[in-house]
Structures are given as C-alpha cells and as structure tokens.
C-alpha cells in the first residue's frame, strides 16, 4: 500500500474512534436523564395526588391573592 493510503486509513480509523467514544458518552446521558425524567414524573404525581386528595380548588389561592408579609 502506498504512504498516502495508510494514512488515510489511519485517520478514518480515528475518527471512527472518536466516534464511538462520543456515541457512548451521549448514550450515557440520554441514560441518566431518562433516570432523572422518571424521579421527576413519579414527584409530580406524587404532588398531584396530593393537591387533588386535599383542599378543594375553590380554597386554592393564587400567589396575587395572597397578602403580603408585611400586612
């Protein structure tokens, strides 16, 4: 094989390396947000049961119905 051909190979072969590492990396992320996304879901349904099994929403007050701390 002649001098330039190994070279290109070379650098295909690093590349594809690079690659790889950079694919399994991303994996790893996408693995641990799924994680995170599923802890996330399970709180809100948590907090969701909680609000729909206590006050009714008429005794729900919005932060502007709210009084101030210094009243």
Do not use: C
Not at 7 to 24: C, D, G, P, T
Not at 42 to 53: D, F, I, P, R
């Amino acid at each position: 094989m002649p001098h330039g051909i190994d070279e290109a190979l070379v650098e295909v072969q690093s590349k594809i390396a690079h690659l790889e590492r950079a694919v399994n990396e991303l994996s790893d992320v996408v693995f641990r947000q799924h994680r995170e996304i599923q802890a996330l879901e399970g709180q809100m349904k948590a907090v969701k049961e909680k609000l729909q099994g206590g006050a009714p929403e008429e005794s729900i007050r919005t932060p502007e119905q709210e009084r101030p701390p210094h009243y």
